[in-house]
Nanobody, 119 residues
Framework: QVQLQESGPGLVKPSQTLSLTCTVSGASITTRDYAWTWIRQPPGKGLEWMGVITYDGSTLYSPSLKSRTSISRDTDKNLFSLNLTSVTPEDTAVYYC???????????WGQGTQVTVSS
């Protein structure tokens, strides 16, 4: 079973960069079986897909966040990371990482981490 754990600061100041890491166990992030995704949920709103990184390091981002988002990975440590630049209070949300099996569609989620953007 794939397990994911988000980590990073819970408080970020406006205009700074939000950086989160998702540590993966139970599967290699270089396997073709899974796609690795970041998703967030602002308070009182639905889930928002932010972007994905695939087994070969290719990335795809939400058009609405593309200019501020980057997803990278560390294959030695088996983790992938999210950077969101120029944050505002509207970026306050619970941030999740997720692994999705590309054929079976089965998804594994991290527990989520609350990030608040405030001065």
């Amino acid at each position: 079973q794939v397990q994911l754990q988000e980590s990073g600061p819970g408080l970020v100041k406006p205009s700074q960069t939000l950086s989160l890491t998702c540590t993966v166990s139970g599967a290699s992030i270089t396997t073709r079986d899974y796609a690795w995704t970041w998703i967030r949920q602002p308070p009182g709103k639905g889930l928002e897909w932010m972007g994905v990184i695939t087994y070969d390091g290719s990335t795809l981002y939400s058009p609405s966040l593309k200019s501020r988002t980057s997803i990278s990975r560390d294959t030695d440590k088996n983790l992938f990371s999210l950077n969101l630049t120029s944050v505002t209070p509207e970026d306050t949300a619970v941030y999740y990482c997720r692994a999705t099996h590309r054929i079976l569609g089965r998804a594994y989620w991290g527990q989520g981490t609350q990030v608040t953007v405030s001065s």
